[in-house]
């Protein structure tokens, strides 16, 4: 797969998903089978991987899919049965008419499995699912074997996932990904606004404060532990908390960061005008 969208190649990467055992905390080694602190998925990214033209691979305890993808598309191939001792392969094959000015990246991945040995006459057969196509939350959640850890929302997953079904939702009434942006964001501001207009609130308070706040400092300025203490007594006798204009604030920030991975990897957005 080849990757003319994401300079970064953040999203140009073979991935896994393995369903086995954790391994013990703090395990790293390169040919394991099990599952890497833990993480059920990974992702193998283009400038994290090796020399061109050469394989990497890992051993899977218990493969459930395997795939390959940039920022906007997938192929991604799930056996009907998760796979034992399967093993997951990558490299860096870039185009063959690439040149160093017009450099077009991709990657390359494999799955691979032991069939074991057949007798005389014997069959076996293996199916698989194929998906190869834009990475489609909504699409990919309805596989319901978590195909949507492809859409590598990051750490705010939990916030990135509802507000993409959210998107869709309004775009399904709107008719225009732009405007159902623009919704999306008035929504958010006005879920948000009591936590906003209680940061303002006390910003203001403390901005009333600033000048009897000013005096303590100047009468204590020599004594910094009586001054903390007296700076405590104001603030108890005012009713103010220095720190509640802060807190807010802070809520808001990883809703806003899950928004903006959401939008980085909405393959809806792709092409898409106002």
């Known amino acids: ?15 896994y998903y393995n369903a086995g ?4 905390e703090g395990c790293s080694c390169a040919d394991c ?46 056996p009907q049965k998760d796979l034992p001792s399967a093993r997951i392969s990558w490299r860096i094959n870039k185009k063959s008419d690439s040149t160093p000015e017009n450099e077009v990246k991709g990657v390359e991945g494999t799955l691979s499995f032991p069939l074991g040995r057949l ?9 698989f699912q194929v998906y190869a196509g834009p990475k489609d939350y909504v699409g990919l959640s309805e596989l319901r074997h978590d195909q949507k ?13 509802p507000l993409s079904w959210l998107l869709n939702k309004l775009h399904s009434f ?12 008035i929504l958010l501001k006005l879920l948000l606004w009591p936590l906003t207009a209680k940061a303002t609130r006390s910003q203001k308070k403390m901005q009333a404060l ?7 400092k100047e009468e204590f ?41 959401m939008l980085r990897s909405a393959a809806e957005l792709y092409g898409q005008g106002f």
């Open 221 to 261: 300025k020599d004594k910094p532990d009586k001054l903390n203490q007296e700076m405590m007594k104001f603030y108890k006798e005012k009713g103010v908390n220095p720190f509640a204009g802060c807190w807010p604030i802070l809520i808001q920030i990883p809703i806003f960061l899950g928004m903006f991975w």
């Open 21 to 24: 055992t954790p391994l013990p």
């Open 174 to 185: 709107l008719g225009n990904y732009g405007m159902a942006i623009i919704a999306l964001t």
């Open 119 to 127: 007798e005389q006459g014997e069959t076996r057969s293996f199916s």
């Open 33 to 78: 089978s099990g599952r890497i602190d833990g993480e059920a998925e990974e992702f193998f990214q283009y400038n994290e991987m090796g020399v061109a033209g050469q394989w990497e691979s890992r051993t899977l305890s218990q493969a459930r899919w395997a795939c390959v993808n940039n920022q906007f598309f997938i192929n991604i191939v799930r």
């Open 149 to 161: 850890k492809v859409m590598q929302f990051g750490v705010f997953w939990w916030i990135s996932e």
């Open 210 to 216: 600033q000048g009897p706040m000013a005096k303590l």
């Open 1 to 15: 797969l080849y990757n003319p969208f994401d300079s970064s190649e953040t999203y140009l990467n073979v991935g």
